[in-house]
């Protein structure tokens, strides 16, 4: 910022912005705050600002001086990875390994040299020939042709995601004949490991109907657990609208790794609930983000010392008669987790027990609740 002309009050704020975020840099693990002393926070969002800052830093104040001593021929950076031409006649890569790393202490270089013509660099291998290079796609030891299969329950869009580029990578790179033909075949080898229709090899193009909105127009997002084709054919419904459907899938490996409790106990869940009174048989619903058995509970807990919190406990009180246990006053209507659309299943189970003049709810619970239709 020294040699750039910037406000000089922008420039105390990025200052005092850099200063906040390196100083409260801490985490919790085990509710316990830890705080980093040396480098970022992984995935803080400040995290890639401040890292690009300090590479930019560390090329302007270092790297000119570097090609200039050590004649480098060129010069060339992705992120933290470098590649260098030079000339081995006039070049020490030792001395240029030494240089790197007496430029930080937190800082560690290492160098790949060509090894038979060839190098790799990210994910392409550049082969010297007598005039010229070339180049071809690079995969470590470890690569896998393991994809999302195509006759799981996924998404079309997921499945060839991972398709689709394998093909964007092929048209990127200008890659000789053999090279090409080569690719061509490990593409075709994955799609027939993973159960994909080998003909046409090119996947389908899954955004040609779909037009380019007004960067102006902002569009709401609705998520959908895909459970097969029958999810297609619902969110088809919204295709001409200003709602856009994103995928999600509960079938993934994390899930089914994680150990479950194959019969749980219901009132260790969280969601719609009815106390019916043993009596008169007039019921009240209502709805709790903590589990059954703590909402059961605050209503014992209010009947004893009769309290108003809870209309269902006074009506006990009133007319005199006994709490019973959690398996013979409460029934479970309908599990469900704390978000907006519980307030609608509440209201809804509210509505059945009004049309049948055995609630014992307040009345503003289910005004004009005619208006809602079963799901």
Not at 88 to 106: D, G
Request: net charge positive; proline share 3%.
């Amino acid at each position: 910022m020294e040699h750039n002309l910037i406000d000089p009050q922008i420039k105390q704020e990025l200052i005092n912005w850099c200063d906040v975020n390196t100083k409260q840099n801490y985490l919790i693990n085990n509710n316990d705050v830890i705080i980093q002393k040396d480098g970022l926070a992984m995935g803080a969002p400040s995290f890639s600002i401040i890292a690009e800052m300090f590479l930019q830093h560390t090329e302007n104040s270092y790297l000119a001086h570097l090609t200039q001593r050590h004649k480098i021929i060129k010069y060339f950076q992705y992120v933290e990875d470098n590649f260098l031409i030079f000339d081995p006649n006039y070049t020490n890569i030792q001395a240029i390994i030494n240089y790197f790393n007496a430029i930080h202490s937190k800082l560690h270089f290492t160098a790949n040299i060509e090894q038979n013509n060839t190098l790799n660099y990210l994910d392409i291998s550049i082969h010297k020939t007598t005039n010229n290079t070339k180049t071809s796609i690079y995969r470590k030891l470890m690569f896998s042709d393991t994809t999302i299969r195509y006759t799981s329950s996924h998404p079309v869009q997921h499945k060839y995601t991972a398709i689709k580029f394998l093909h964007n990578t092929l048209k990127t790179y200008q890659l000789h004949k053999e090279e090409d033909q080569q690719e061509e075949n490990i593409i075709h080898n994955i799609l027939y490991n993973n159960s994909f229709p080998t003909q046409p090899q090119k996947p389908p193009n899954l955004n040609q109907n779909k037009q380019r909105s007004s960067p102006k127009h902002m569009h709401r997002w609705a998520t959908f657990i895909y459970v097969g084709k029958e999810t297609t054919y619902i969110t088809n419904i919204f295709k001409h609208s200003d709602i856009r459907i994103a995928y999600v899938t509960n079938n993934t490996i994390q899930i089914h790794l994680i150990h479950k409790n194959r019969n749980p106990d219901k009132f260790s869940l969280s969601g719609v609930y009815k106390l019916t009174c043993p009596i008169y048989k007039k019921a009240y619903v209502g709805q709790t983000g903590c589990n059954y058995t703590i909402r059961y509970n605050e209503h014992k807990r209010t009947f004893r010392n009769n309290c108003h919190s809870y209309k269902f406990s006074h009506r006990l009180n009133e007319h005199i008669h006994s709490f019973g246990t959690i398996n013979n006053i409460i029934q479970v209507l309908r599990f469900q987790k704390k978000d907006s659309h519980l307030n609608r299943v509440e209201r809804f189970n509210i509505h059945i027990e009004a049309a049948s003049n055995s609630h014992l709810n307040e009345s503003h619970k289910f005004f004009q609740i005619e208006s809602l239709t079963p799901f």
